[in-house]
């Protein structure tokens, strides 16, 4: 099967339905990643079924839950490659996206594809966490911040927690080991003002993968202190 075919039958498994012209979109976008994928780190991704259920399905199954509109705003904090956060701007054009990346080369691989494609609600931020958001601009500015595959919840609390808007929502795309990162990071969400809402899953088409995505609510502002200088959330995680 081809790389729309999966991606096709894999939305419909998982009950998404795409924008017209979105299809053509993610595949130009898939062309592009591997082209750059052994210089970007990303030869997981090269082969299309699998990048189609792995990547794009993975990172779309957000809409079964979620509709991004006119008004909305997304963070996606530790874009590496651009998943979830480029797939979802394709799928969402009235919403904007911010997609925060630390590693310069991914960033400038970034930037690159949303021009390529077309991505007007779309901006590269090439910066960390720990910096971003301790800006006016970037802290407490989104209603939705995601993160997939970029530390564990009690770390990853600390980076994404202070750019979500009190009343927003920060969404964890997690594996099966979900319940017990929660369960780790209960004191940290606490004392950066975030409460766990909800936790959905899904398995991945084909292969089956169970997958988790974590819904935080943001209930209080978080205070000044967090997040702390680059790499203490790593060391000393909350
Ligand atoms: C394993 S990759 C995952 C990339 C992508 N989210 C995905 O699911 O394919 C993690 C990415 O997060 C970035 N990252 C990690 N910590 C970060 C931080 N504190 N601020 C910004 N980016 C960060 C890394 O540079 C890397 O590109």
Redesign the pocket.
């Known amino acids: 099967m081809t790389f729309t075919a999966v991606l096709r039958s894999g939305l419909t498994e998982l009950g998404v339905e795409l924008e017209p012209g979105a299809e053509g979109l993610l595949a130009e976008f898939f062309g592009l990643v591997k082209e750059a994928a052994a210089g970007l780190n990303?030869t997981a991704i090269k082969e299309p079924e699998e990048a189609a259920v792995k990547?794009f399905v993975d990172?779309l199954a957000l809409l079964r839950w979620v509709s991004l509109g006119e008004g909305d705003r997304l963070l996606?904090?530790?874009?590496?490659?651009?998943?979830?956060?480029v797939p979802l701007a394709v799928a969402a054009p009235g919403c904007r996206f911010f997609l925060?990346?630390?590693?310069r080369k991914?960033c400038f691989f970034l930037e690159q594809a949303v021009k390529r494609l077309g991505l007007t609600n779309t901006t590269v931020v090439c910066?960390?966490?720990?910096e971003?958001g301790r800006l006016d601009r970037y802290r407490e500015q989104f209603g939705w911040v995601v993160?997939?595959?970029?530390?564990a919840l009690r770390e990853l609390a600390e980076?994404a927690l202070p750019f979500v808007a009190v009343g927003g929502c920060f969404v964890a795309?997690k594996g099966p080991r979900a319940a017990a990162e929660i369960e780790a990071a209960r004191e940290a969400l606490e004392l950066l003002g975030g409460r766990v809402e909800e936790m959905v899953t899904y398995s991945l088409p084909r292969g089956g993968e169970k997958r988790v995505l974590v819904f935080i609510r943001k209930e209080r502002a978080t205070p000044a202190q967090f997040p702390r200088r680059?790499g203490v959330a790593r060391k000393r995680p909350l």
């Open positions: 990303l990547h990172s996606d904090l530790g874009s590496g490659a651009g998943f979830p956060g925060l990346e630390a590693v991914k910066g960390r966490a720990e971003y993160a997939r595959g970029v530390a980076y795309y680059a």
